[in-house]
């Protein structure tokens, strides 16, 4: 018999985070998120996500053992934005087992029908602005930071269940050493046109750190607006995320494009924290986590280009291109020797193109699921 409890206290909350460590104990592959980063994310407390939404969480038992746990989600931005009646569902993590998926699905679906929410869509941990998207091809390594990872079973669990594709995201790899110089003098020839068009790029300034995030946000959300499932950000929500990443940024693989003064694109690449975050067991920075995080973040030898655009006037000038190549310079001069530029809508054909362009390959690919309720 299986038991669905939702989480209502404490400990509770912390059975929800710690139950893809145990799921995939056994996994070379998982990388657990940090438990300080989920908690302040899942506390209504300190997530700045409950300032304009809300959801429940819900975990499944058998014979008093987890086995599995989902979120549903009420984001009313996406809601307000899109002007559909629309839920997530996210967190979503179960053992191979039909009816305990089959569960989770239905109360989440019941609690977003109480909402007065028509479809389901997922996952997303709470929407497209942070983690999000099922893993349905290449299984074979870890993800990259801010990039989900799940058994391949899933994708069986959640198409038996009746969701359908909405749209696939995908992650190209690039090479660093494997730049053709073709390229580099291309971006070159490039750059010194949008100069002589006024249009500059430069590096992040960590100095005014503060201000330069907020620079971030209406570049964001207007870059981004057109993209299937997009959340604006709201200013606590960036600032969060600024806060959050602030430790790990290298301001080398940070740009700003403008025009006479004025922000006018934006690339932001982090160092692939995962490859040191794999060895923290269950996502403790302590007693000793904190220091193998500090070792390690010296050795990370991959970056994720994690958000990248331009407002909509400037998008064919070769911006994109320019800061793709930036990043490969750079990740070359720095000894990096993988980048993953993710993720990328499918439909996206002018990003898609620029990756392809400098010799991007799609390597692994994450789905969106809608279904109605």
């Known amino acids: 018999m299986i038991e669905i409890t939702k989480v209502e206290n404490k400990r509770q909350l912390r059975q ?63 809601i307000g934005f899109t002007g559909k009646q629309e839920g997530f569902f996210g967190f979503f993590d179960v053992i191979d087992d039909y009816e305990a998926a089959r569960a989770l699905f239905d109360t989440a679906a019941e609690w977003l029908r109480q909402e007065g929410l028509g479809k389901m869509i997922g996952p997303a941990n709470f929407s497209t602005n942070e983690v999000v998207g099922l893993l349905v091809e290449n299984f074979d390594e870890p993800s990259f930071i801010m990039n989900p990872y799940n058994a391949q079973y899933f994708v069986r669990l959640v198409e038996q269940y009746g969701f359908k594709k909405q749209t696939d995201l995908l992650c190209y790899e690039m090479q660093m050493q494997n730049m053709s110089q073709e390229v580099v003098a291309f971006a070159e020839k490039l750059e010194t046109r949008l100069a002589e068009r006024g249009i500059t790029i430069r590096n992040i300034n960590m100095k005014d750190y503060q201000r330069e995030i907020e620079k971030f946000l209406p570049i964001y959300n207007a870059s981004w607006a057109e993209n299937t499932g997009f959340v604006p950000m709201t200013d606590a929500e960036v600032r969060q995320i600024g806060k959050d990443l602030k430790a790990v940024i290298d301001p080398d693989f940070v740009y700003f494009a403008e025009k006479n003064g004025e922000v006018i694109g934006v690339s932001l690449s982090i160092p692939n924290v995962n490859e040191v975050q794999i060895k923290l067991k269950r996502g403790r920075l302590f007693p000793f986590g904190v220091f193998k995080l500090l070792l390690g973040l010296k050795k990370i030898k991959s970056i994720r280009i994690l958000a990248l655009g331009t407002l909509k006037e400037y998008r064919r000038l070769g911006i994109d291109v320019c800061f793709y190549v930036r990043n490969i310079k750079t990740g070359a001069r720095k000894n990096i020797h993988r980048g993953e530029a993710s993720w990328i809508l499918e439909n996206n054909d002018m990003m898609n193109r620029a990756l392809e362009h400098i010799g991007g390959k799609v390597y692994r690919k994450y789905r969106l699921y809608e279904k109605d309720i």
């Open 16 to 78: 929800f985070i710690d139950f893809p460590h145990d799921l995939y104990a056994d996994d070379p592959n998982y990388v657990p998120m940090l438990y300080m980063e989920q908690e302040a994310l899942l506390n209504p407390k300190k997530s700045p996500f409950w300032l304009h939404s809300k959801a429940e969480y819900f975990l499944a038992k058998k014979d008093g053992k987890i086995i599995g746990r989902i979120a549903a989600i009420r984001n009313n931005n996406h």
